[in-house]
């Protein structure tokens, strides 16, 4: 061969069209991070398009979106938690207002109680008493697995595990360093119950990040090692990439379902798994199995089985929906009346939107939109 002479090089082959695996890829336009992590929960449960434009994205989006659910979810759980410990600590304070709850004062070893005694709160094998007058002057082992009585100058515990403790109060302000004198009525309870309550919650949280997001995605990375082995044997080729990121989204749709379910009180073990596997294998069937031509609206038909923009915006007619799904998170409320029919009228208002292109052509999107 001579230097001048250029070899022949086999021409590459052009991508196929009919590629096993979506090529990843990052959002364009609409479809910024940003306005991917807010549409992506609303889209998931009600376009069935939507996984297929969510295979195509990094894996890594997926775990994105889903830890940023599982957060804003643990928040507003957590929210709801300390919803209900201020509550509490107003009923509190209310109870000394009335006096259905004595007044303590501890001042060098001996308590002074203002209110009705003896006062005790009996509950089968439990035992809470004061008592300043000598009436109660121990605990009834015999009946009671677990209590705990103020006396004049000592305080007595009794746990599970039968231990049996009488303390001198004097000794519990040093071990507790409380201030001489200490005084317990309606303020003062309250500010320990705000202090616990703020502990608590912080605990709370980080225990129900740890349930939402690492069990969770440990649990579903278990079934998707399951679903893999399948999808490859009727699609060979397919990533384990794929399978994970449809699963991660399809347990949004599940966990709502399960939520309107709750409301009219069906539940049960294992609930969640069913509609997780449901919403699972109809979004791989989209993702992976449903054909996909150039975009067409031609007629329902083409426009069915083409590629078609996802349309971030159409998340938007969502948020009456997710604001009153956040606000009975917080607030416990069971608003079935409320949350039924917006659930209706927000599909209703989606799928017109939805097929609004074939509707009326010439406002269809480009296809690159």
Request: proline share 7%; glycine share 8%.
């Amino acid at each position: 061969m001579l230097p001048n002479e250029t070899p022949n090089v086999p021409a590459s082959p052009p991508p196929s069209a009919s590629s096993s695996a979506p090529t990843p890829q990052s959002g364009s336009g609409c479809l910024s991070s940003v306005g991917w992590l807010a549409s992506a929960p609303v889209l998931a449960c009600f376009s069935p398009s939507f996984y297929a434009h969510a295979v195509r994205r990094r894996t890594g989006s997926a775990f994105l979106l889903f830890f940023v659910f599982t957060f804003v979810i643990s928040s507003l759980q957590t929210c709801g938690i300390a919803w209900g410990l201020l509550r509490a600590g107003q009923d509190i304070r209310n109870a000394f207002e009335r006096g259905e709850f004595p007044e303590i004062t501890i001042s060098n070893g001996v308590a002074e109680v203002k209110g009705q005694q003896p006062f005790v709160f009996d509950d089968e094998d439990t035992f809470f008493g004061i008592d300043t007058t000598g009436q109660y002057t121990e605990i009834d082992r015999r009946r009671y697995s677990q209590g705990l009585l103020l006396k004049r100058t000592s305080i007595v515990f009794l746990n599970r595990q039968g231990e049996y403790q009488e303390v001198p109060l004097r000794d519990v302000q040093t071990l507790l360093n409380l201030d001489d004198p200490f005084i317990l009525d309606g303020e003062t309870a309250t500010g320990y119950w705000t202090g616990f309550s703020v502990i608590f919650a912080v605990i709370a949280f980080v225990f129900l990040l740890i349930w939402n997001w690492i069990v969770r995605v440990a649990y579903l990375a278990l079934i998707a090692l399951l679903l893999w082995g399948l999808m490859v044997l009727l699609k060979p080729g397919t990533g384990f990439g794929p399978v994970v990121s449809v699963g991660l989204y399809a347990l949004v749709p599940a966990l709502f379902v399960v939520h309107l379910l709750s409301q009219l009180s069906l539940r049960f073990p294992g609930l969640t798994t069913v509609f997780l596997l449901i919403f699972w294998g109809l979004g791989l069937a989209e993702a992976l199995f449903a054909p996909r031509k150039p975009y067409s609206a031609a007629s329902f038909g083409d426009y069915m089985s083409s590629d078609r923009p996802l349309r971030a915006w159409r998340a938007l007619i969502a948020l009456p929906l997710v604001l009153d799904v956040m606000l009975e998170l917080i607030f416990g409320w069971q608003a079935a009346v409320v949350t039924w029919p917006l659930t209706f009228i927000t599909f209703g208002a989606l799928l017109i939107a939805s097929f609004w292109p074939m509707l009326m052509p010439s406002s269809a999107p480009a296809q690159n939109q």
